[in-house]
């Protein structure tokens, strides 16, 4: 009787304990049990770890609250970066926040109710052989079965129903540059079996506002094999306004992505904020194409571009896979404005200039020249890509001389460039080739243009606003070779060649003029790299043969000033004509000033240039010095000599008050001048 009441008593205090056990299990389930959880924090780190295939550390204080919904509250959490980048973490977060259902942390899947998590920063870098540091090496679900190289079984995320970040900084890191910006807030939710969808709101530089918008499939997704998971970003920033559309394949382990994209905005100077950097003036700018990006091959096909005038369309594929990246393409511009990239851009409603007016070019030339020698591009960047792309130009803007039908084929390939080039200018078609030689311990550039039995067009027109010229050309070449290791110091070690051989040329084909023969049987002009122009002419004018040397000023100065020596000496038929001193736009103070001289033996010699009788035999000398300013010209210690009679001269404009002429003659003997002048005339 003793035994029963005790095993009665045994049994009823036993499963007294049992409930009162399974009653502080289901309260501390329900209500939750803090811990501090530093012991775990190796095995949750491995857990980390294994979601991402990266390095996770957790630093600070650790607690974790064991119920139904863990709760995990971290002091501090780096992931680390892979071997070979500048820093030691990819990411850091100053504190997070994170509640998850048990049961499918007991499947190895983590199912997160809420992330809250504030002061991060996140430095993203491409390091100098391509790899990035953000590519990770997550699970598959069809690659479940196969062993893992960190953990032995592989971590799922299957749902986020609410993401909060605040305070976050972003930096990029590439090619010894940062970009950096800031995200207030970013607010995501990806519920299971719900769209992921992730809105970012922040600033650039403290006070412009943008506004990023994620929208994808079900985070359970991601983890199919050959499943497309759809995608689309948008942002909003200062007027521009940009739109990815499309879907991802297998993003977690060999992705593969098909993507329209759309891009617009009227004013490129927020995104240069946005990007920091410096980009061209280009005005509205619209951009749009279908992107693929598979097995280390992005391709875009159905490119359309308009940037102020100018206008693109055609395809690109770029080639990652091999040691260096490869381009291929063909690009197509009915119209290139290069003003932007060369000059202060007019606007882009501004009226275009009239191909046939040429006044202006030298001052054009000498601008892009020093727009140009601005530049600081890295020639030694040639040599890091292969590629073959085609670009035609159906008509340039904003270079010198009228410009069309354009194309230019480049071959890319180890370290060297080399691009035919085919173009008309004024009328002419040109053939050359531009070739760069990145390889060279200094890089060479070269870049040639020339044509065989043309016509002369509107070349004189255009470069040297001299209606009426007509003629053929036999043979045209212009040449620049320059070395260095940027643009800059190519154009400044520029060398020039120009050669004119065979040309039949006549000029005065204007109404009321009278045409006049010119033939040139060779010109060749040279500026060496650092030297000065050297010159000779030979030819015939009106019949009469004469030949000539020229020796100026170097290329520099040519191109950065309106100032140029000028040294010539020319001889015909025993007429000897000399030329000295400095060509130079017209100013309030100074100009061109020059010397000249002409002498011949026999005057008959020079008849036709001079309207004298071709029997004179007197000697004819002539000699003046001329100045001209922008509001007055002189002629002054003007000498003419012809036989025994001699005439002495002064003339000037002078616009001191009311512009006048002043001329002041004193003629010796002049019946002998009179007599040849008058037999000349007759």
């Known amino acids: 009787m003793n035994v029963r009441r005790v095993l009665r008593r045994l049994l009823l205090g036993s499963l007294g304990l049992l409930v009162l056990l399974l009653l502080a299990l289901v309260l501390a389930a329900v209500l939750g049990v803090s811990i501090n959880a ?17 390095p996770v550390t957790l630093e600070g204080p650790l607690r974790l609250t064991v119920g139904l919904r863990p709760e995990l509250t971290i002091g501090g959490i780096a992931v680390t970066n892979p071997p070979g980048f500048s820093a030691p973490n990819l990411a850091t977060l100053g504190r997070v926040h994170m509640l998850v259902e048990l049961w499918p942390l007991l499947r190895d899947e983590i199912s997160v109710l809420a992330v809250d998590a504030e002061d991060v920063h996140v430095r993203l870098e491409q390091a100098a052989d391509g790899r990035v540091n953000w590519n990770f090496a997550l699970p598959s679900k069809g690659a479940a079965s196969e062993p893992q190289p960190h953990v032995a079984q592989p971590v799922r995320l299957e749902q986020i129903d609410r993401l909060t970040l605040k305070r976050i900084e972003v930096d990029f890191v590439s090619g010894g540059t940062t970009r950096s910006f800031a995200l207030d807030e970013l607010n995501g939710q990806g519920a299971r079996g719900k769209p992921v969808a992730v809105t970012l709101k922040g600033r650039v530089e403290k006070s412009f506002p943008y506004t990023v918008t994620v929208n994808g499939g079900s985070l359970a997704d991601l983890y199919e ?9 948008g942002l909003e920033f200062a007027g521009t306004a940009l739109n990815v559309s499309g ?11 098909s993507m329209l994209f759309g891009m617009g905005t009227q004013d490129l100077s927020e995104v240069e904020r946005l990007l920091q950097a410096r980009l061209p003036p280009l005005g509205a700018t619209a951009l749009s194409g279908h992107v693929t990006w598979a097995g280390g091959q992005l391709n875009i096909a ?3 571009g308009v940037m102020g005038r100018s206008t693109l369309e055609g395809t690109l594929a770029f080639d990652l896979r091999g040691a260096r990246p490869r381009l291929n393409g063909q690009l197509r511009m009915p119209v290139l404005d290069m003003s932007p990239f060369t000059s202060a851009a007019a606007p882009a409603d501004a009226p275009a200039p009239k191909p046939d007016s040429g006044g202006d070019a030298v001052a ?4 892009s020249y020093s727009q140009i020698e601005r530049r600081s591009y890295d020639l030694r960047e040639v040599g890091k890509y292969d590629g073959d792309l085609l670009l035609q130009v159906d008509r340039w803007m904003g270079v010198v001389g009228d410009v069309r039908d354009s194309e230019l084929r480049i071959s890319l390939h180890d370290g060297k460039l080399k691009a035919p080039v085919r173009t008309s200018v004024a009328d002419v078609a040109l053939a050359g080739e531009l070739d ?3 390889l060279k311990p200094t890089p060479e550039f070269s870049l040639w243009l020339g044509t065989q039995k043309s016509k002369l067009g509107r070349l004189a027109q255009v470069f040297a606003s001299m209606p009426g010229v007509e003629g053929e050309l036999g043979r045209f070449r212009l040449a620049l070779e320059g070395r260095g290791n940027n643009l800059r110091e190519v154009v400044q070690s520029f060398s020039l060649k120009f050669e004119l051989m065979q040309a039949h040329l006549s000029y005065g084909h204007i109404q009321g003029g009278k045409p006049v023969d010119v033939r040139v049987d060779a010109f060749q002009m040279g500026i060496p790299s650092g030297g000065k122009l050297t010159g000779t002419l030979r030819g015939s004018l009106v019949g009469t043969p004469f030949q000539a040397r020229f020796s100026g000023g170097d290329l520099p100065t040519l191109t950065r000033e309106t100032r140029w020596p000028l040294q010539l000496d020319a001889s015909a038929t025993g007429a000897v004509f000399r030329l000295s001193g400095v060509l130079a736009a017209p100013e309030a103070t100074s100009g061109t000033d020059i010397t000249f001289e002409l002498a011949a033996k026999r005057a008959g010699d020079v008849a036709r240039w001079l309207g004298l009788s071709r029997e004179a035999s007197a000697p004819v000398f002539i000699s003046a ?7 007055e010209w002189r002629l002054d210690h003007v000498i003419a000599r012809l036989g025994n009679t001699a005439l002495h001269a002064e003339m000037a404009r002078v616009a001191i008050g009311p512009a006048r002429v002043c001329i002041r003659v004193l003629v010796q003997r002049w019946m002998h001048f009179v007599r040849a002048w008058r037999s000349g005339r007759s």
Do not use: C, F, Y
């Open 364 to 367: 054009d030339l000498r601008k």
């Open 436 to 438: 760069i030689d990145a």
């Open 247 to 257: 879907a991802v394949t297998n993003p977690m382990t060999n992705p593969a992505a």
């Open 225 to 233: 094999r050959d499943k497309p998971w759809p995608l689309q970003v």
């Open 38 to 54: 530093a012991p775990w924090r190796q095995p949750i780190a491995a857990k980390a770890s294994a979601l991402i295939g990266r």
């Open 625 to 631: 010095h001329a100045r001209l300013e922008s509001d």
């Open 302 to 304: 159905d490119l359309r």
